[in-house]
């Protein structure tokens, strides 16, 4: 295609000179690159161009009616939130294992548990508890507007970061209203209906709209899900025959960009280091020669890491391959020899070497994507690999510390708290699902759309890595997923803090709820008078 034609595709009389940005891609390539020509586009250039590819595209995600029967957790047809009874056991061992020591930390833990669900719960259903058991709400589901799939499992997946919901929450406009403005108020509108709100469904059309780069027209729902946390494996094909590939997590990324901007504004330290302190890590690629043992080191930041599915030791072992396996080989040095020979500025000459990358700094939210969308080479377009990776609940993740000159390897230990899944063979339709981790109650819910369900057992192929004698088999007889692509891992301190943090929180409003609603510009006061509100009428 010609610079020519890549023109008359992105129309760019509306574009805004401040959204200017060349959009990367992790090889350093410009996105805009066509045929080999670079081709640097602004933010709403971007997204047009997108738009239009992804109209070719078969749906992702399955439309659904608004006037159709929705069914809950529950098996209601009810827009009230639902609760229900999951074992004590869950929650007690969750506060142990992973928040707090000792049997009275222990149970004040599962008490304030106890206080701030019974908020949530309609009271009539609260006297319905057998022994042995604990009555919780159920997270709402998100309604689809229409292949909006994906845009609802990253908000679920969000809705229980509780570091990122705390510090959204802070966020208060200053100055005039602007585009990005508009989608961190209804994010926060949404996040805070998702947490306390009295809805067992919830409907995202306000924040699909304010992602529209377009006020005066009606977006594809395709673009919404584009404009948020997209997942770089995906491919924009075949427009007029040619193929063009972008690298979208870079435009996901250029939407953090944007919010981190807007929280500059506010003025507040905690929020505008809100996003780097929970996503970003430094590492360091490390390259060694053999001949004069001189080392050189490349530093970077990272947000997220793409790790290659690996399956050759699973499969000679006759098992699975797992996430840590794929993180561990990640890591393992890299032997630079024969063709591919590191020249050496100290030797001056090309000599073999290793080239290792180093976590030097480990983010509190690992996000990691398992790179199942891979080019094909025989039939030049993506595919999706169907590799079953296991899901071990617990990561351990090594990371170098300088101290006084010399490195120090250590490790830390990750949760695993949420799985993105891609259900379908294809890389270019699908449907997205999440199983996300209640931070504090330690319940796994699965989200499908406007369907939620409890996963007593947490995500079907997730297992501990570290059980007791008694179960060691079972490790071995869970099945990997074909469909797992992007987890999040929690490192177990932060996990800890933020639970506690919440509520602690969540107690100090209930008790405080009048003075809260007072100051008027809450709005986890507003969403508590709407739920308050809503109980009431329910029971009268």
Request: charged share 25%.
């Amino acid at each position: 295609m010609s610079n020519g034609k890549l023109a008359d595709l992105l129309d760019d009389d509306e574009s805004d000179d401040n959204d200017s940005v060349t959009l990367q891609t992790q090889e350093g390539t410009d996105v805009g690159r066509v045929n080999g020509n670079n081709t640097s586009v602004t933010g709403v250039q971007f997204a047009k161009l997108v738009r239009r590819h992804w109209s070719e595209i078969p749906s992702l995600g399955s439309e659904k009616d608004d006037n159709e029967s929705k069914t809950t957790a529950g098996g209601q047809n009810n827009d009230i939130r639902l609760s229900i009874l999951v074992n004590s056991d869950i929650t007690r061992a969750h506060a142990s294992n992973f928040v707090c020591h000792g049997e009275q930390k222990i149970e004040q833990y599962c008490k304030m548990i106890d206080t701030c669900q019974n908020e949530l719960i309609l009271s009539s259903a609260q006297d319905q508890v057998t022994d042995g058991k604990k009555r919780i709400s159920i997270p709402p589901g998100l309604r689809n507007l229409g292949a909006t799939c994906y845009l609802n499992s990253q908000l679920q997946c969000l809705a229980q970061n509780l570091g990122f919901v705390h510090g959204l929450f802070t966020w208060r406009q200053v100055g005039s209203s602007n585009r990005m403005s508009q989608v961190l108020s209804h994010m926060q509108s949404i996040l805070a209906r998702m947490k306390y709100g009295p809805q067992s469904v919830i409907c995202t059309n306000e924040f699909a709209t304010a992602l529209s780069l377009e006020n005066d027209e009606m977006q594809d729902p395709n673009e919404v899900s584009l404009l948020f946390f997209l997942y770089p494996g995906l491919m924009i094909t075949s427009y007029n025959g040619d193929a063009h590939f972008f690298t979208l997590l870079q435009f996901a990324r250029l939407l953090f960009d944007r919010m981190q901007e807007s929280f500059r504004k506010s003025s507040d330290y905690r929020l505008e280091n809100l996003l780097p302190s929970i996503f970003r890590g430094t590492s360091a690629y490390v390259t060694k020669c053999h001949e004069c043992n001189g080392h050189s080191e490349r530093q970077e930041t990272f947000m997220d890491l793409s790790i290659p599915i690996v399956n050759v030791e699973a499969k000679s072992a006759g098992d699975d391959v797992d996430v840590q396996r794929c993180l561990d080989a990640y890591l393992q040095p890299e032997l630079l020899v024969e063709d591919n020979q590191y020249y050496c500025s100290t030797c001056s000459k090309k000599a073999d070497a290793s080239r290792s990358l180093i976590l030097e700094q480990i983010p509190p939210v690992l996000n990691i994507q398992l790179a199942r969308y891979v080019f094909d080479m025989a039939t030049f377009s993506k595919k999706k690999l169907a590799t079953k990776v296991r899901l071990p609940r617990t990561l351990t993740v090594p990371t170098k510390q300088a101290d006084n000159g010399d490195s120090n390897h250590t490790t830390a230990k990750y949760i695993l708290c949420a799985v993105q899944n891609h259900l379908g063979t294809s890389a270019h339709g699908g449907h997205y699902i999440a199983d996300v981790l209640d931070w504090t109650t330690g319940v796994w819910y699965e989200f499908n759309d406007e369907e939620v369900s409890v996963l007593e057992e947490g995500p079907k192929s997730s297992f501990d890595p570290n059980p007791s004698n008694s179960s060691e088999d079972k490790i071995f007889k869970v099945e990997g997923s074909a469909d797992a692509y992007n987890l999040f891992y929690v490192e177990q301190n932060y996990l800890s803090r933020q639970s506690v943090i919440q509520l602690e929180s969540a107690i100090d409003r209930i008790r405080n709820r009048e003075r809260a609603i007072d100051n008027g510009d809450d709005i986890l006061a507003s969403i508590d008078v709407q739920r308050v509100e809503r109980y009431k009428c329910e029971k009268e």
